[in-house]
């Protein structure tokens, strides 16, 4: 305990919650007195854990105190902070919060004015099906909602923080800004009701512009909701500017003015059962007339016992007198009058069970009633028939039917006031969904059943002398509706108007997309100014539309694929079983969520295909364009989830084993160096990278640090952000992977080995050719690159290795000219061939040549060889110059011999060097120094050459084996016989010296035929087998690439990677 006590006192007030007291972020800052520290001085062992996690009762503490911030835009505002010292408490409860504003928001302009017309359209059957559907998609999209808020605390941020949060920031803002032009044109739909309603129903005189004939009636009409429209819209959106609060206290108004809308409703379909409401309606034949320029239902009437004409006559003959010429119709059949509203005792209700469609322009006309046709009628305009104004069809009549349904999502608009968010908006909204699907539905039944037929299908109540339909049926008067409706409409917009530039707002904050970020600003109470201005132009364009018909449908898609995400969302979490999706909804489950999806896919599609095809186009657009420039976002969301779950699977598909040579392309390692700063040495290694993938396959980006994981973890980091940050600027995509290794050797050895995961491994490893090998400052660099080379071909990778990278072209650049030159020596599995191919598909190489050089021996015959190899790219698909280059039998000149003992005195001193480096005494170096000069006098003299490698097949078959032969005689002196020599020539090794000879003659070739070629390719000679020679293996590689400006060394992994087959 003592121990405890001493290790306790040595900690700082406050520690213990692993949090700083300045940025906790669940509770205000409160100093902790000493008293109250001590009390935890049992908890000393695990001091050094608590400076940085919590100890489990603050942190229970804390979640208890866990308070919502009230709803709005000031929250989001940078000065948060100074809100924390008078948070206000949530206050409303299930009913208030969530039931009451979802009632509003879904009953509202369709109800008052479309739904008769689509009951007489549809019928009643076809109409009970369209709103069972729709009330099926929202309460299936309602309950996908309930899993989500009560899945964890619910943000106060409304709907579009529930949706972004689980769907994550592509799809988030994809079905964001959705969400936000379904609200953008639903204020525009109350806007376009409201004038309708107006210049309808409550005052028809008020048209400004006024119509020249009957026929120019319905443009006139569009003109004039064009023109109310956008002044209502210019009000509407100043009262919003100038304070929300205004409209808050309208909306118990509003509310009130839709319940007592619906009471009228059903109080008149009660009232309809023992006393129908005397509306006649005037029928001539078959066809309903418009109640306009006529009073009296009858052809003629008694006066004083005389018969006169009546108006109705005038209308249909050329003159009043009885012996008129008169259309033949109205000749034909009897003028009769029914009743409109016969009530719910008649019977009508059959009449109107099945649909009764119709083209534009047809006849409003009574089943059943008795007409003479007339043959080839040509229908006489100005006639005071009631036409209908559209073509009606089911899935027309569902788009325009949808918006009645939405509104679903009010409650958890306001999820930051709330008592308890995780309760209410389940409940609340379901029990909305439930109290307007009954309306609704009954609405339906009760229309059919109280209202006949073609008054039903009578949109804007001409039979009635311009009176709303649904408002003659409502009790007490026609004008609890008309003005009911008018204000609830007007609020509907308003709160449209609120809502939408709030949710704007709230995406811009966001920062998921870049070019919305503008309007994230607002007044200095937050109001998002800019964002109402984009909306009020966005909702202008829908009220240019002017027709409430031609506006829903575009909502409804908005709405619709909103709310699929939603289900998609759930569904997907649920499959993929994401730990933290636990939902405490118990009625939720993922075929629920399914159903829902799939039925708003159908719906969709049901309303207008085209439209379905916008709005998904418009979705995905935002969708590639926040995964290309938006912000990075983890928000843990369950999309994440599924390219996760994606990916596993696409890798456990793969096979293990290497792919078919049809498949194969280079999966390149690239390896880069960093300096001091851990910055890339050579940044033009990613660009050639990114011109030989071109996006395609994989690219693994590895680099080692040298030194300890623990002391290096923060320069490591440091350098993977820069290397990602480069990778992004020459669009190299890949991963990245750095390890921290003991010693450059090993880490490299260690990426070789296990980078890549599964069958997703590179093949290929990339490496810039270590330049500085000869200075004496880096003497273990050569031995690294050669270890590296040996470790490729033991891992039967293909190596490249790019020498003079600086020189090689960014992606910017673009040849006009020039050649790709391949020097194919040696046959290794043809990846010599596919490079230049993969290059020349990037527009950097595009236009330049590609040609072939192979080198003939004496005994070859070099005419038939270039035959051969025109066939065999013939075969391959390529197109390429090819030439065959004659390497003639010659002496070994001077110069080599020269080269090559400049070579030898040269690994002399590397030996010395790495000597000094690695023995601490002096005794042990001398000795080691005479082993070393003992050993070498020793291999001179009988040592037998390693076997030539790859590259000697330069050498005829035969002269291979004399050489092998006079080397194995010691009283043969190799080539001493061929000129007099320098003294110091006798002791070289003829091993090096035949190789030597190769790169001098490889090289002059290379510079005769290959100095200004854009890119040389060139098969790499392996290093030697015994390690002994190792540092003779750079100075063969710098002789043979000497002069040359970017060259491609390339090593093959032994396995054929191109084929002639298809």
């Known amino acids: 305990m003592t121990l405890m006590t001493v290790l306790s006192v040595g900690r700082e007030p406050g520690r213990g919650d692993g949090n700083p007291r300045e940025s906790s972020p669940f509770i205000n800052n409160v100093e902790v007195d000493r008293e109250s520290f001590f009390e935890r001085k049992n908890m000393a062992l695990f001091e050094e854990e608590m400076d940085s996690n919590p100890m489990v009762s603050s942190l229970l503490n804390k979640l208890a105190n866990y308070t919502n911030l009230s709803q709005g835009a000031v929250e989001h505002e940078e000065g948060e902070e100074s809100r924390r010292h008078e948070v206000k408490g949530p206050r ?7 039931y009451l504003p979802c009632l509003q928001n879904i009953l509202g302009v369709i109800l008052f004015l479309r739904l008769t017309w689509i009951v007489g359209a549809a019928g009643v059957l ?49 079905v964001g800004l959705c969400f936000y032009l379904g609200t953008t044109f639903a204020g525009a739909m109350y806007i376009l009701g409201t004038i309708e309603i107006f210049l309808t129903y409550i005052s028809p005189s008020a048209s400004i512009i006024q119509a020249d004939s009957v026929d120019g009636e319905a443009a006139a009409m569009l003109h ?84 006169a004409t009546t108006a109705l006559w005038g209308l249909f003959c050329n003159s009043s007198m009885p012996n008129a010429t008169c259309d033949e119709y109205f000749a034909q059949n009897n003028v009769t009058e029914i009743q409109g509203i016969p009530g719910v005792a008649s019977g009508v209700l059959l009449d109107n069970l099945w649909s009764a469609y119709s083209d534009k322009g047809a006849f409003v006309e009574k089943k059943g009633a008795s007409s003479m046709a007339v043959p080839e009628e040509s229908r006489a305009s100005g006639l005071p028939y009631v036409l209908t104004d559209i073509m009606t069809y089911f899935t027309m009549l569902v788009g325009i039917y949808f918006p009645s349904v939405t509104g679903i999502m009010a409650g958890s608009n306001r999820s930051g006031d709330l008592k308890d968010a995780q309760k209410s908006i389940p409940t609340g909204t379901i029990l909305a969904i439930v109290t307007t ?19 039903l299908r009578d949109k804007f109540g001409e039979a009635l002398q311009g009176n709303l339909v649904i408002g003659m049926l409502a009790w007490p008067s026609p004008w609890v509706i008309v003005i009911g409706s008018f204000f609830s409409t007007c609020g509907a917009g308003l709160q449209s108007l609120t809502g939408a530039p709030r949710l704007l707002q709230a995406i811009a904050r966001d920062g998921i997309i870049p070019f919305l970020q503008v309007f994230g600003h607002g007044k200095s109470n937050g109001e998002p100014t800019w964002a109402l201005l984009l909306t009020a132009l966005i909702c202008e364009t829908g009220i240019l539309i002017a027709s409430l018909d031609s506006v ?64 998904m186009l418009i979705a995905g657009c935002i969708y590639k364009y ?29 096979e293990q084993g290497p792919p078919h040579t049809k498949n194969w392309r280079p999966q390149v390692l690239v390896m880069l160096n960093l300096d001091a700063e851990q910055q890339v040495k050579h940044p033009r290694l990613l660009s050639f990278t990114t011109q030989l993938k071109a996006g395609k396959g994989l690219t693994i980006v590895g680099s080692v640090l040298e030194g300890t994981y623990l002391d290096k973890r923060a320069e490591a980091q440091q350098a993977e952000e820069n290397i990602r940050s480069l990778m992004g600027t020459e669009k190299t995509k890949g991963f990245c992977q750095l390890v921290v290794s003991s010693n450059l050797r090993d880490g490299m050895s260690h990426l070789i080995q296990s980078a890549g995961l599964g069958g997703m491994k590179h093949n290929t490893v990339l490496m810039a050719w270590p330049a500085s090998w000869k200075q004496e400052d880096n003497p273990f660099s050569w031995k690294n690159f050669v270890d590296t080379v040996r470790d490729t071909t033991a891992a039967h990778q293909a190596l490249l290795v790019a020498k003079n ?39 950097v190489w595009r236009k330049c040549r590609m040609r072939i050089f192979t080198v003939a021996q004496v005994d070859d015959n070099s005419i038939q060889m270039k035959k051969d190899l025109q066939m065999f790219l013939y075969h391959l698909r390529i197109s390429a110059e090819v030439e065959v280059v004659e390497m003639v039998e010659n002496d070994i000149s001077a110069f080599t011999y020269e080269k090559t003992l400049m070579m030898e005195q040269r690994s002399q001193m590397l030996k010395q060097m790495q000597l000094s480096k690695t023995e601490r005494q002096r005794e042990a170096q001398l000795i080691h120094d005479r082993n070393t000069a003992s050993h070498s006098a020793a291999a001179g003299k009988t040592q037998p050459p390693s076997t030539p490698d790859k590259v000697q097949m330069t050498w005829t078959k035969e002269k291979l084996i004399a050489e092998k032969s006079k080397n194995r005689d010691p009283g043969v002196s190799g080539f001493k016989d061929l000129f007099t020599l320098k003294p110091e020539w006798g002791n070289l090794n003829q091993c090096n010296v035949r190789r030597m000879h190769t790169a001098v003659k490889l090289n002059d070739v290379l510079l005769n035929k290959s100095q200004d070629a854009q890119l040389v390719l060139l098969n790499m000679p392996g290093p030697p087998k015994n390690r002994q020679g190792d540092e003779n293996y750079m100075e063969f590689l710098e002789v043979l690439t000497e002069g040359l400006n970017r060259v491609l060394l390339v090593r093959g992994s032994g396995r054929e990677v191109i084929t002639i087959y298809s």
């Open 92 to 98: 409303m409860g299930t009913f208030i919060g969530v």
């Open 126 to 174: 076809e109409s009970f099906l369209i709103v069972s559907m729709c009330c099926t998609c929202t309460m299936l999209t309602a309950i996908s909602m309930s899993a989500i808020a009560t899945n964890g605390v619910v943000p106060a941020g409304g709907s579009y923080y529930m949706i972004s949060r689980s769907l994550g920031p592509e799809f988030g803002g994809a």
């Open 224 to 307: 004039n909701m064009r023109v109310y429209g956008t002044c209502t819209l210019v009000f509407m959106a100043m009262v919003v500017f100038v304070g929300v609060k205004y409209v808050n206290k309208l909306a118990l108004v509003f509310l009130a003015c839709v319940v007592l809308s619906i009471l009228a409703i059903y109080a008149g379909v009660i009232k309809t059962a023992f006393d129908p409401p005397d509306i006649p309606v005037c029928l001539l034949g078959n066809r309903t007339l418009s109640r306009r320029g006529f009073d009296l239902c009858a052809k003629v009437h008694t006066i004083n016992n005389s018969t």
């Open 437 to 455: 699907s009954f309306i609704y539905l009954s609405c339906i039944v009760l229309f059919g059943a109280c209202v006949e037929g073609v008054i």
């Open 552 to 615: 829903a449908p575009i909502l409804s898609m908005f709405f619709l694929m909103c709310y699929m995400f939603v289900n998609l969302a759930c569904a997907v979490q649920t499959l993929l079983r994401t730990p933290n999706w636990r939902p405490r909804f118990k009625y939720y489950h993922w075929t629920l969520s399914f159903l829902g999806m799939s039925l708003c896919l159908a719906l969709m599609f049901i309303c207008s295909w085209y439209y379905a095809l916008f709005a």
């Open 626 to 654: 926040i995964e290309y420039r938006g912000a990075e976002k983890e928000w843990g969301d369950g999309i994440r989830g599924l390219s996760l779950n994606a990916a596993r699977y696409a890798l456990l598909r793969v």
């Open 805 to 843: 990278v600086d020189l090689f072209p960014q992606n910017q650049e673009r040849f006009s000219d020039g050649n790709i030159d391949v020097w194919w020596i040696v046959h290794d599995g043809g990846l010599l061939m596919l490079l230049p191919f993969l290059l020349r598909q990037h527009k």
